[in-house]
């Protein structure tokens, strides 16, 4: 893979190499095979669209059809290095509760989201009074499969309110590149939002 994708590199960044990585809603397992090349990972898919489990499987990657929604009772306390769940956890029905898991199934987890707080969405509500279509926001309102949309401030809050420690964090603009606004003010230029977490413990 001669370009990979910023976010990619940036996960990349904060997966230690020879560790186990579990990918949520893992597609058609692209992220997880760069992982394997790059980090040398050993990697698990969890997906539950057909054919992405098949484009998996071509590809080598490890997968098992599961419904995200039912939770991941499966999985052992501390049984993963590293949990990924990227732009898939505003479709979850309770992100809450599926963040809550993660956090204890994996030392730290990797977390990729839209920001529904960026200006053009913002501008587009006030001008035109209808749901936004963007590059991180594609479908219409009829047929997205988002049902739980948030700005960062919104994650960041439910992150202190579980006592969730925000290890890093890095904004990508619209265009899904690094710029200097989307970091400075986040919340308003960010269009793609990448956050390592890990669970606080008690003291």
Known sequence: ??????????????????????????????????????????????????????????RGISVIEHNLNHGLERFSDQSQDTLVMTHALQMIKRPDRLLQEMLRIGRQAIITLPNFGHWSHRLHLLYKGRMPVSHSLPHPWYATPNIHLCTLRDFELLCEQMRITLLDKHFLNAKNRSSWASQQWPNLFCGQAIYRITKETST
């Open 1 to 58: 893979m001669s370009h990979p994708r910023i976010d990619w590199r940036l996960i990349a960044d904060w997966v230690p190499k020879n560790t186990k990585v579990l990918d949520l809603g893992c597609g058609d397992g692209e992220l997880l095979a760069y992982l394997s090349q790059e980090r040398q990972t050993q990697g698990l898919g969890l997906e539950i669209e057909h054919a992405a489990i098949e484009a998996c499987v071509k």
